[in-house]
């Protein structure tokens, strides 16, 4: 078996997402050092707030202000920070439910080490020094000396959290969410055999042991029969244009002048079309049935494109099964 | 109306680390074509197909599509997937067969992680306001319910470690399975969840037939009875639930039925040693239970085929006599947010 080719993947998307009025109002007043939560009908404060009771599915939207200070529910020590995550020093994941609130808010706490933190302690938030409305505008939460939950003030007891406009100066509408992940990418069997033929500049499909058709580039299973494909076939290098489209848009970062012509190409001997571009005649004299044949670049891994063999056209009997 | 609908026929590849020689349908189809010769079906004779899988675990959108090539879709089949585990593909067939719409159903789920990093493509799939941007991943959370149940006294690090050693014992016996036999409890992954409390990283793919009445017993010997099925969730946001309980898991269980007579068998999916402790509590299951006899996630967790797989087990071991009635769970998301529980059922012998 040749081997397996292996090649880096790496997906990165910037998720950009708008706010509904609760969570507006919350990441606003993060950037504010302002903690919002959101009371239910029955009382409840929810922390981080939402817009629907998760209990009753009732809208909600009533924001009180709780304070920074806190109490641990329950944590994990993360030995290992891993790539994305807060701190980059060994911290704990925590669960806090700030004072004033009655549910708990995930988040990460700066302490030097397992023994160090328990649930019950208390906490407060350690703000970001630049804030723009995220849930990262806190930076982490840190031990608190401070007594226990105090009632003391208006801002902190569950039943007296001071009602909050949820209204500031220039409200964020909208997080863009970064994210990235890592993968190392195999075509697996049958694409790597396709692939390593065409470093040598031979295409290889794979025949069907039932219905025997040929499919170029192969992937392991017949979608018709839906049984592995394993004889490998050596087809073209000539082939037929079955179809084609004429390019009028310039695509980003292709140094191909525009109009040009993209089209199917059944290579003789394959029973499935690829696609591939044709040059080497105008782009108004591309037709069904066009003989081509591929042209090779020094150093690439596939064919550049196709230009016409000269032959006469192929008869369209002899292509109709791979419209 | 009410149908009998069955499970019929299981099977699943040996699961392993990484299989990277395979892609997806190379590694599906030989599970595929197993279930098919079970029962003697052709493709063309299966009414409804149905998938599960993760385009994030691929890194490749729409990758389900190219693994229809093993079902042989052509000429056209009557198709679905859902972007979860094939437990809820499997629930989503059995409406389709309760419909009368179909008599059969192919269920086929699949899952590699070798490509990507698990514990970080996971997060994903979060809330992406409050939570994702924390990047806290699969581990740590199921870390903070398993200290919540430490603090609850509900467990202790011992008899977390316990249920590891007893599950890869299990395993034993399961050839498919990844880990088996004696497996260091290592070292702490996140505190206080050691290597030995978390599952095995690994690739792999599980495929079952469904059948309706008659159909079913002229297609297997001893059909697996679907009894009742339904899945629940809980909200989403961590710290407004208990972790130390799975509301959602008891209140499907009791929608299957689950309660109403006592099981021999339960296969769970609990990919944590602590979430085993949550839903022995949920579910009511009591030391006269069998507990994941094939080993259980812990065992082997092919993402997004292991709760198909959980329902597989609990109908092979009615298939081969050894149950009568059996609990299969299926769990998705962080720390047991949703669970899939059915209920299955050998004819009385
Ligand atoms: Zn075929």
């Known amino acids: ?323 | 109306m009410t149908r009998e609908i069955a499970v019929v026929a299981f099977a699943q590849t040996d699961h392993r680390r990484t299989s990277a020689e395979l892609s997806e349908v190379e590694m599906l189809m030989p599970v595929l074509h197993e279930v098919l010769d079970e029962t003697g079906l052709k493709t063309a004779d299966i009414d409804f197909t149905c998938s599960g899988s993760s385009d994030y675990l691929a890194g490749r959108a729409f990758s389900f599509t190219l693994a229809l090539d093993g079902v042989g879709a052509w000429p056209p089949i009557s198709e679905s997937h859902v972007e979860m585990d094939g437990a809820w593909a499997l629930y989503e067939a059995w409406t389709k067969l309760l419909t009368g719409e179909a008599d059969t159903a192919l269920v086929y789920s699949y899952g590699k992680s070798s490509p990507g990093s698990v514990r970080d493509v996971l997060t994903r799939q979060l809330d992406p306001y409050y939570v994702a941007p924390l990047w806290p991943d699969a581990v740590s959370l199921a870390a903070l319910q398993a200290q919540a149940l430490i603090d609850g006294g509900v467990t202790d690090e011992p008899a977390l470690a316990a249920v590891g050693a007893r599950s890869r014992s299990d395993a034993g016996a399961n050839s498919h399975a990844q880990l088996r036999g004696s497996v260091p409890q290592g070292e702490y992954a996140v505190r206080p969840l050691r290597t030995g409390d978390c599952p095995p990283v690994g690739d792999g793919a599980a495929a079952v037939i469904l059948a309706a009445g008659e159909r079913a017993r002229s297609l297997c010997a001893r059909p697996a009875w679907i009894r009742g099925i339904d899945h629940r969730i809980e909200a989403h946001g961590l710290g407004v639930r208990d972790l130390t309980d799975s509301p959602s898991a008891r209140l499907a269980a009791e929608r299957a039925g689950a309660f109403e007579r006592p099981v021999d068998t339960a296969e769970l999916h609990a990919p944590f040693s602590s979430q085993e402790v949550v839903l022995r509590r949920a579910l009511r299951l009591d030391d006269s239970v069998r507990v994941n006899p094939s080993g259980g996630a812990l065992a082997a967790n092919p993402v997004m085929a292991a709760g198909l797989i959980r329902i597989g087990e609990a109908a092979a071991g009615i298939h081969r006599g050894e149950s009568d009635r059996a609990l299969a769970h299926a769990t998705s998301g962080p720390c047991l947010q949703q669970n899939l529980v059915a209920v299955l059922e050998g004819d009385p012998r």
Not at chain 1, 49 to 64: H, S
Not at chain 1, 97 to 102: F, P
Not at chain 1, 234 to 249: H, L, M, Q, S, W
């Open chain 1, 1 to 323: 078996m040749p081997e397996v080719l292996q090649a880096p993947l790496v997906l990165e998307f910037p998720f950009t997402r708008s706010l509904g009025p609760v969570q507006s109002a919350f990441l606003t007043g993060l950037r504010e050092r302002v903690v919002l939560g959101v009371r239910t009908r029955d009382g409840r404060t929810l922390v981080p707030p939402v817009e629907y009771d998760p209990v009753t599915a009732e809208e909600i939207g009533e924001l009180v202000e709780v304070a920074a200070t806190g109490t641990v529910t329950t944590w994990a020590w993360n030995h290992e920070p891993r790539r994305g995550q807060p701190l980059d020093t060994p911290f704990a994941w925590v669960l806090v439910r700030l004072d004033g609130a009655d549910t708990a808010l995930l988040h990460v706490l700066d302490v030097p080490g397992p023994d160090s933190v328990h649930s019950g302690m208390r906490v407060r938030i350690r703000w970001a020094g630049e804030r723009t409305g995220a849930i990262t505008d806190i930076a982490c939460f840190e031990p608190y000396d401070g007594a226990g939950e105090r009632q003391d003030t208006g801002r902190t007891g569950a039943t007296e959290a001071a009602v909050h406009s949820g209204e500031f100066e220039n409200m964020v509408t909208g997080i863009v969410a970064p994210a990235r992940l890592d993968y190392t990418y195999s075509p697996g069997r049958a694409q790597s055999a396709y692939i390593g033929a065409l470093s040598e500049r031979r295409t290889v499909g794979e025949r069907c042991p039932s219905c025997r058709k040929v499919y170029v580039p192969p992937r392991g299973a017949c979608p018709t029969c839906g049984v592995a494909t394993s004889e490998q076939v050596e087809v073209g290098p000539r082939g037929t244009v079955t179809t084609y489209c004429i390019v009028n848009i310039k695509a980003k970062n292709l140094d191909i002048e525009v109009p040009y012509v993209y089209a199917h190409i059944a290579l003789d001997g394959a029973d499935l079309a690829l696609h591939g571009r044709i040059a080497g005649i105008p782009y108004d004299r591309v037709r069904m049935g066009l003989r081509v044949e591929p042209v090779w670049k020094e150093g690439a891994r596939h064919p550049d494109h196709y230009r016409p063999t000269g032959e006469p056209d192929a008869e369209y009997d002899t292509y109709k099964e791979l419209l």
